[in-house]
């Protein structure tokens, strides 16, 4: 009776950590899968760097990028933000977090000021962050009527897969490339990433003078990417300069 007792407990419990593993895999169905992949190659230094990663914590802690958050209604946004350097260095900072409202968007801020070590401080391998994107967009719990990478830098691939080529096959998936460009190393990169980077539905490339511009033009980005009112059918190619 006692080895009976012992097999239906076994089994029960079997029974529910196999009940819970398949709620953990079930699909979250959201408004916009949104990946935030952050340009740690050498040619960024630690201020450049912090200050890239200062404008994404601030932006979710200010009240317009809440209000957009709410705009995509109770699904919400699912988010994450990546380093990347070279063709192969690229990894989650935060995991992937469903936002619905300003107190979850003021955490999701805090988990990364947290997790502000930088990894990586190699080349630029630009295809390689594309491809790891879609990879990670594929992979997760979430389904997102939108979804969408937002890759910011300051020079050229010169690492790896060309962009061009996987960015052709990640926008073939319905994913969104976004760019979010520095002008201080090469006064063209804007046009570069428009012609090979950026692509998709409502695509855009917004170029900064000079690192200093980044906080206040990464509000302006992820108020115009989160926002569903804002989903466009042509890309638009927008500058920013802040005094």
Same mark, same amino acid.
């Given at each position: 009776m006692?080895?009976?007792l012992?097999?239906?407990?076994?089994?029960?419990?079997a029974l529910v950590?196999?009940?819970?593993a398949?709620?953990a895999?079930e699909?979250v169905?959201?408004?916009?899968?949104?990946?935030?992949?952050?340009?740690t190659s050498?040619s960024?230094?630690?201020r450049?760097?912090d200050?890239?990663?200062?404008g994404?914590?601030?932006?979710f802690?200010d009240p317009a990028?809440?209000?957009?958050?709410?705009?995509?209604?109770?699904?919400?946004?699912?988010?994450?933000?990546? &380093?990347?350097?070279?063709? &192969?260095?690229?990894?989650?900072?935060?995991?992937?977090?469903?936002?619905?409202n300003?107190?979850?968007?003021?955490?999701?801020?805090?988990a990364?000021e947290?997790?502000?070590?930088?990894?990586?401080?190699?080349s630029?391998?630009?295809?390689?962050?594309?491809q790891?994107?879609e990879?990670i967009?594929?992979?997760?719990?979430f389904e997102g009527?939108?979804?969408?990478?937002?890759?910011?830098?300051d020079?050229i691939?010169?690492s790896g897969?060309?962009p061009?080529?996987?960015r052709?096959?990640?926008?073939?998936?319905?994913?969104?490339?976004?760019?979010?460009?520095?002008?201080?190393?090469?006064?063209?990169?804007d046009?570069?990433?428009?012609?090979e980077?950026t692509g998709?539905?409502?695509?855009f490339?917004m170029?900064?003078?000079k690192?200093?511009?980044?906080?206040?033009?990464?509000?302006?980005?992820?108020?115009?990417?989160?926002s569903?009112?804002?989903?466009?059918?042509?890309?638009? &190619?927008?500058?920013?300069?802040?005094?």
């Amino acid at each position: 009776m006692l080895r009976l007792l012992n097999f239906v407990a076994s089994g029960a419990a079997a029974l529910v950590l196999s009940m819970v593993a398949a709620m953990a895999q079930e699909t979250v169905v959201v408004d916009l899968e949104l990946v935030l992949a952050v340009d740690t190659s050498a040619s960024v230094d630690r201020r450049e760097y912090d200050l890239q990663m200062e404008g994404i914590v601030r932006a979710f802690r200010d009240p317009a990028v809440a209000a957009a958050i709410r705009s995509t209604g109770r699904q919400g946004i699912a988010v994450t933000v990546v &380093h990347w350097s070279s063709s &192969h260095q690229q990894r989650r900072v935060v995991p992937w977090t469903q936002l619905t409202n300003g107190l979850q968007a003021n955490a999701f801020a805090r988990a990364l000021e947290e997790r502000a070590q930088r990894l990586y401080t190699g080349s630029t391998g630009i295809g390689g962050a594309l491809q790891y994107g879609e990879r990670i967009i594929r992979t997760n719990r979430f389904e997102g009527r939108r979804k969408t990478i937002d890759i910011s830098g300051d020079g050229i691939n010169n690492s790896g897969v060309l962009p061009a080529y996987m960015r052709d096959r990640v926008v073939g998936t319905g994913i969104t490339i976004n760019g979010l460009v520095i002008l201080n190393e090469s006064a063209y990169l804007d046009r570069y990433y428009e012609k090979e980077v950026t692509g998709g539905a409502g695509s855009f490339v917004m170029a900064v003078a000079k690192y200093e511009d980044l906080i206040e033009a990464m509000r302006k980005k992820l108020i115009r990417e989160i926002s569903s009112a804002t989903a466009m059918n042509e890309a638009v &190619h927008q500058t920013v300069s802040i005094p």
